[in-house]
């Protein structure tokens, strides 16, 4: 049940499903939150300090890779 919380968090927080190359983040998120007895902070800190937050593709990035150069 934990690690379903988790998933929804980080999906909420990254706008988008993970990925395996998110199992490190999703793991790290996992251990902030019960070494801290529970804490959402640790959990959300974990999360918005991941490797996985910080190197994110802004939305419009992502949509147009497939799109032709601008001249």
Do not use: C
Not at 2 to 26: C, M, P, W
């Amino acid at each position: 049940m934990r690690q379903v919380f988790i998933r929804h968090v980080f999906r909420y927080y990254l706008g988008r499903n993970e990925s395996l190359a998110d199992a490190k983040t999703l793991q790290d998120a996992d251990r902030a939150y019960v070494e801290s007895n529970g804490s959402y902070k640790a959990l959300l800190v974990s999360l918005l300090t991941s490797d996985s937050f910080l190197k994110r593709a802004s939305p419009s990035v992502a949509q147009n890779t497939n799109a032709p150069a601008k001249p």
